[in-house]
């Protein structure tokens, strides 16, 4: 016997006006809201890797060093407080790790950053800041003697 009403196989796609907007078909796997999702294992191991490549060659910058620092502090000021001292104590070793976590992320992005530049055969671009001491961008004069220019 077969059921009177059968499953819906699509979700009612539309507004109180009447307009439907399809999905595109061009989107990887149709109705299913992934766009551009790979069909096959391979290809999603090539998306990933292209990605990855993306965010290794992007230069470092503060506010990526300030986000990580600050989600570190907090961090020590929770284990801080949970272990038994004062919060106000917490506080402010937390604030001292903000400190010092910033300036020291932000060199060893930079100098991760820059030794992947290396390997791969490119040069460095230097980002906002961290021109300091290269024969690259403003004035610098390393390697060269004052007649030169």
């Known amino acids: 016997m077969t059921r009177t009403k ?9 507004t109180q006006a009447g307009t439907v907007q399809r999905p595109l078909e061009t989107r990887g796997r149709g109705a299913s809201g992934r766009a551009g999702a790979p069909r096959d294992k391979a290809a999603a191991r090539e998306t990933a890797r292209r990605r990855r490549t993306e965010r290794m060659d992007r230069p470092p910058t503060w506010r990526s060093s300030a986000i990580r620092a600050g989600l570190a502090a907090v961090f020590v000021a929770v284990v801080l407080i949970v272990i038994g001292n004062p919060p106000a104590q917490a506080l402010l070793l937390a604030v001292i790790a903000l400190v010092v976590y910033v300036p020291l992320g932000y060199a060893f992005d930079t100098f991760v950053y820059r030794l992947r530049q290396r390997r791969k055969g490119g040069r460095a671009k230097p980002s906002a800041g961290a021109g300091k001491g290269s024969s690259e961008g403003h004035g610098g004069r390393r390697g060269r003697s004052r007649g030169e220019g």
């Open 6 to 14: 059968a499953k819906r196989r699509r979700k009612h796609r539309g």
